[in-house]
């Protein structure tokens, strides 16, 4: 067995450009010996397909997505992919993936957002690195990827994920070295913080400890902690995504500068459409104040649903202008960009809301004491926003703008109005 492991590991890593193994005389572990099986059955099956004259099955070809950042979401069955591609993107209640049915076939999903991503949920059952019948084209899987998540079910025996997990980084890391491995260690809700942060801790060490042996150091994994019923898979894609947004510490910079003016406690910049926070300033990052400024985007958006999202006839639009206004729509809202506010009973701290663009809007908690101080704020703000706005004119004139229904909707002056200055007040 040592030197098959051997033969096996020679034809494997490449000698000029991969590190070899810092010991040989280890035991070969779970991932090599994978490794070695699958390249071993493909080398029989290749030289018996020689032999039989049968044609070698051409690559399956994935249709290429040019420019689009792609999150690839893998891992074992019913660990949880579908579940969390459906709650955080087409907003499904949690308690409703229970009756998804499990996926046969690489499901995508183009998103338009304040960029363009696809999300790609890979059947738990199929390898891709392990499909002789057919093997499938990695280059147009993994050569504009964005990051890959691999999903590991918290309340299941991990050990053959984490072993499918390893097989795949050390698969990617010969060619692929780029992308960034997201482990989400998912469905941690109903357990302890104690055994959530142990499970965390064991995961990896085995994953450490198994690319170490291998000669592979640093490859660029990160662990998060998630589940459906809470904000954390919310935070957890923040990350994910954050990582995909070019000039990050300029943005971040912004909105540090903007809270150290206003006074403000923490400020969001958020995708108004999955809840996900693409930006924030650079103090510690604090769950509580993000969940507070999710649920008002949340509040907000319902808003938009019930008053301001929906495109009024001519008719309608006449009669809003009629009497006994007689004034343009646009003329008769308070402020022509949208805001809301809202003043949180506990700590007397005020959140603020203002919409950048249809996709995205910047959510602050401000400091107690600071709502007297609004007309200065809202001058800051003003300013902020338009920056923003510069910042996202290359993303935003790539977006197809029937993807995603109205902009944010707000509550001010005389009626609810959304962002492009359609006032709606009931009638
Ligand atoms: N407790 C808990 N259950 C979850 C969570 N996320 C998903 N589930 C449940 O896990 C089960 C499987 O979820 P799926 O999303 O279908 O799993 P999958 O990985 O897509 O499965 P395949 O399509 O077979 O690969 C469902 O019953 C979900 O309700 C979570 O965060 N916590």
Redesign the pocket.
């Given at each position: 067995m040592a030197s098959a492991f051997r033969r096996g590991s020679e034809a494997l890593f490449d000698p000029s450009t991969e590190p070899r193994p810092p010991c040989v005389s280890r035991r070969p572990s779970r991932a090599m010996l994978n490794l070695h099986r699958v390249y071993e059955q493909n080398r029989q099956r290749v030289q018996q397909n020689l032999k039989d004259g049968v044609k070698v099955p051409e690559p399956i070809a994935v249709p290429h997505a040019k420019g689009k950042p792609r999150l690839l979401l893998m891992?074992q069955?019913?660990?949880?992919?579908?579940?969390?591609s459906s709650v955080v993107f087409h907003k499904l209640p949690p308690n409703e993936?229970?009756f998804?049915e499990?996926?046969a076939r690489i499901q995508k999903d183009s998103l338009n957002s304040f960029m363009e991503f696809q999300v790609w949920?890979f059947?738990?059952q199929i390898d891709v690195f392990d499909n002789p019948a057919f093997p499938f084209d990695m280059d147009a899987i993994f050569g504009e990827i964005g990051a890959l998540i691999w999903?590991i079910d918290a309340?299941d025996d991990y050990l053959e994920a984490v072993a499918r997990l390893n097989a795949t980084i050390l698969h990617l890391q010969r060619s692929y070295q780029h992308i960034n491995i997201e482990v989400f260690i998912?469905?941690v809700?109903?357990l302890s913080d104690d055994y959530k942060l142990d499970i965390q801790r064991d995961i990896t060490i085995r994953i450490q400890d198994e690319l170490s042996d291998q000669g592979v150091e640093n490859a660029p994994v990160n662990f998060h902690l998630?589940?459906?019923?809470n904000h954390s898979i919310f935070e957890a894609f923040s990350k994910v995504i954050q990582k995909l947004i070019p000039r990050l510490g300029q943005l971040e910079a912004i909105l540090t500068n903007l809270c150290r003016t206003c006074r403000f406690e923490k400020a969001y910049l958020f995708d108004v459409n999955t809840k996900i926070y693409i930006a924030t300033d650079s103090t510690p990052e604090d769950m509580a104040s993000y969940e507070i400024c999710s649920d008002y985007v949340d509040v907000i958006i319902d808003f938009t649903e019930v008053y301001g999202s929906w495109q009024r006839t001519p008719e309608w639009r006449k009669r809003l202008e009629g009497p006994p206004w007689e004034q343009k729509l646009e003329d008769q809202v308070a402020c022509e960009w949208a805001e809301s506010g809202m003043v949180l009973a506990d700590a007397q701290r005020p959140i603020m809301l203002r919409e950048v663009d249809r996709f995205l809007a910047l959510v602050a908690i401000m400091k107690e004491g600071s709502y007297e101080k609004m007309p200065q704020i809202n001058m800051n703000v003003d300013v902020v926003v338009k920056g923003l706005t510069e910042f996202f004119e290359i993303t935003k004139s790539k977006m197809t703008p029937t993807a995603v229904p109205g902009g944010v909707t707000a509550v001010g002056g005389n009626g609810v109005m959304n962002g492009h200055g359609v006032v709606g007040d009931g009638r």
């Open positions: 891992g069955r019913r660990s949880g992919k579908s579940s969390i993936t229970l998804l499990s996926t949920d059947p738990g999903v309340q998912h469905k809700d109903g998630t589940s459906i019923y």
